[in-house]
Structure formats: C-alpha cells, structure tokens
C-alpha cells in the first residue's frame, strides 16, 4: 500500500488527500498526527492539532491558513522535528521525524537572526551547525551566492539592526536556503513586510522554487498569498486545528508575472478560502470550541 492509501481513514474518502498526479512522489507523510503540550503551571494538557493526515508531494508548495492558535506553527515543527507526536506519526522520505535535520529548514515570523553576528556570519550558521562535508571555499562561494540572490550583496558586513524588516527577513531565508534543503518550512515569513516588499518577494520566492524543485510547506494570514503561492491551500480549523477542507489552486504559473488576481477563478478560489477561514475566526472570536 503506498503511504497516500495509509493515509485513508476507513472507507470515507479523506479531504486532506488530493488526487495524486501521476509519477508524484510524497515527501512530507502525516498520519493522524495529534500533537499538543504540558501546561505544567494548570498540570493539564492541551491538544493543539488533532488526527492531520496530510501527504506533501516532492516540488509541492502547500499553504497552511487557519486562525491564530489552530496549531499551524505546530505542525511545522513537527515536521521540523521540533515537537514530537502525541499519537499517530509523521515521515520525511518514509522516514519517522525524530528530530531536526539538513534536509528541512526553516524561516520564521521574527527573523531569529543572531543580533550579534554579522549578515554574513548569520547567514553561515547551519554550516556550523550541521556537517555538510562542503570545504572552506564552498561554504564561501554558497554564502556569497545566496547573498546574492537574496539581494544583499554589500551588506554582508551591516548587523541585524542596521537593516529594515523586509532586509532582515531576506538574511533569514537566505539562511535557510543557504543548505539548498529539500524542504522549506516557513511560518508567515512575509507577516512583518511592508506590502510591496512583500509582493516581491513572493514572486522571488516562487522563480527560486521553480528553479530548484524545493517543496515548501508555508504559513500565511494572507489568502491573496496562498493563493498566488500555493498548489494546495490547507484550510486548518479552530483548536484542536483539524483539516477542515485541502482546496486545489489550478491557477497558471509563474503566477506573478501573470495577472492572476484579474481571472475568475481567482476571485472564486479566494471567496472559497475567505467563508471558511471566517467561520473558523468567528468561532475563536464566540469561543465556541
Ligand atoms: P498557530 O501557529 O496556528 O497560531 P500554534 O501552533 O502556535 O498555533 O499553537 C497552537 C496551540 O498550542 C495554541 O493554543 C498555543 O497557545 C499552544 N502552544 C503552542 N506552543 C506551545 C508551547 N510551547 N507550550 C504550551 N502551549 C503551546
Ligand atoms: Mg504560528
């Protein structure tokens, strides 16, 4: 049985499954994953996410939307190996996650960049952290490269405060790319960005993952960004967050060179996601769960 079957729950046909395209090979493999904390202070336990069973295809972009709290960040760090499941499992490359690794990286909401370390030096972090078997004067070519192409070349030396948000969030996806991983794992990387810095760099991101076949599993509040970035957009529900419905995105890429927020289908893909992300909101709002 291929791990997408596995994935099915019983005979009813699962939603958090797109119909698989030919030759597609899943990468990222969950489960039933139920995964949650210890709330040592009130000695209960508090269930984030609840029985995700979701199959991310190599090259994939998936896009995770939810109110805030649902478990989105949960779910990536689980991925990331980050947080460990309560039941039910996850895998990279039919592997169980049991903790970080060069194949996924990540960039988060508030950049996480060492205050004290230089851009380039930040951006040269997972080279220390992790050993890659690359020699001096390949870590050097990549930090440059990676500089490069995240438009920082002649900053190398400026500290975090000495760059805008939009500058700082640039180093932190440069820092996660510079180890050319498998997987990128962002979380509302853009959150923090003005909006047309933000523009750009989503179609920045899309040509990058073209060119190199990552697979991408990415956050946002934004459903004009899920939509313009992902082949599948996860709607995830109030806590425990649940896959309340996996909405296909069939739109032409590159999305940004085109006018993709001018076809129909656009506006009814974002009328789709907007009902039931605001149902989901509205219940956080009432408190009704
Ligand atoms: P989202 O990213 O969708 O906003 P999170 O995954 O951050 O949601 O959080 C899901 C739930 O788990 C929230 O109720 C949050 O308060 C709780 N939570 C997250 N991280 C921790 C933690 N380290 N310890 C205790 N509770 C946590
Ligand atoms: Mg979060």
């Known amino acids: 049985m291929s791990p997408v079957e596995t994935g099915r729950r019983g005979a009813a046909p699962d939603p958090s499954f797109a119909p698989e395209p030919a030759g597609a090979v899943p990468v990222i493999v969950s489960r039933d994953l139920t995964v949650g904390y210890k709330l040592h202070r009130e000695r209960k336990r508090l269930t984030a996410l609840r029985d995700i069973s979701l199959s991310v295809n190599a090259g994939e972009f998936v896009v995770l939307v939810g109110p805030s709290g649902c478990g989105k960040t949960t779910f990536i760090n689980a991925i990331a190996g980050l947080v460990q499941p309560w039941e039910g499992s996850i895998e990279v490359n039919g592997r169980p996650v049991t903790g970080p690794g060069p194949d996924r990286a990540m960039v988060f909401q508030d950049y996480a960049l060492m205050p004290w370390r230089t851009v380039e030096s930040n951006i040269r972090m997972p ?25 920082l070349t002649g900053f190398e030396k400026s500290f975090p405060y000495e760059l ?17 991983p498998d997987i990128l794992l962002a979380d509302e990387p853009f959150a923090a960005i003005d909006a047309m810095t933000r523009e750009a760099m989503q179609g920045e991101l899309e040509r990058f993952v073209a060119k190199t076949g990552q697979t991408v599993v990415f956050i946002t509040h934004s459903i004009d960004e899920a939509i313009t970035l992902g082949d599948r957009v996860v709607v995830i529900s109030y806590r425990p967050g649940q896959i309340k419905e996996v909405v296909d995105v069939n739109l032409p890429r590159p999305r940004f060179d085109y006018d993709v927020k001018s076809l129909p289908e656009y506006s009814e893909l974002r009328d789709h996601i907007w009902r039931l992300v605001k149902d989901e909101a509205l219940q956080t709002a009432h408190g009704a769960k």
Do not use: N, W
């Not at 805008?164 to 050319?180: P, Y």
């Open 127 to 151: 080279f220390e952290l992790q050993k890659l078997g690359l020699s001096k004067q390949e870590i050097d070519a990549r930090v440059r490269r990676y500089i490069d192409l995240v438009d």
């Open 164 to 180: 805008s948000g939009g500058m700082k969030q640039r180093v932190g996806i440069a820092r996660a790319l510079v180890s050319e």
